[in-house]
């Protein structure tokens, strides 16, 4: 259940990095209050996650789901570029991820 936690900490880390554009310095009520829900949910599922999963692995993890999140999401909702250096490095990344997730220690 732990890992659970954690993809659904990441993915809410990727919904507030790209709702802060929308909330304009968090001048902009709705767009405000749904990212400050994601990163308040964001730390509360990394923080379950965290009791199983050792602190190391999990924020690794966190970081890469949300970096490659953010990545994906700012080239498909802003138009941001993806050129085939950055696609090999975001593909690097799942590969760090997965590397990452394989070769961590059994929950103690």
């Known amino acids: 259940m732990a890992w659970f936690f954690l993809i659904v900490a990441g993915a809410l880390e990727v919904v507030w990095s790209l ?14 209050l749904i990212t400050g829900l994601a990163i308040v949910g964001s730390m509360y599922f990394l923080a379950r996650a965290a009791r199983t ?7 690794a ?3 890469g ?11 498909v909702r802003h138009g941001e570029t993806i050129t085939f250096a950055r696609g090999a490095f975001l ?4 590969v760090a991820i ?4 394989q070769t961590s220690a059994a929950p103690t």
């Open 91 to 94: 593909l690097l990344l799942v």
């Open 61 to 63: 993890v966190w970081v």
């Open 65 to 75: 789901i949300g970096a490659l999140g953010a990545a994906i999401g700012g080239a």
């Open 98 to 101: 997965i590397g990452v997730k």
């Open 53 to 59: 999963i050792p602190i190391g692995t999990a924020y």
């Open 19 to 32: 709702g802060l554009k929308a909330t304009r310095g968090f001048t902009v009520l709705w767009p405000s």
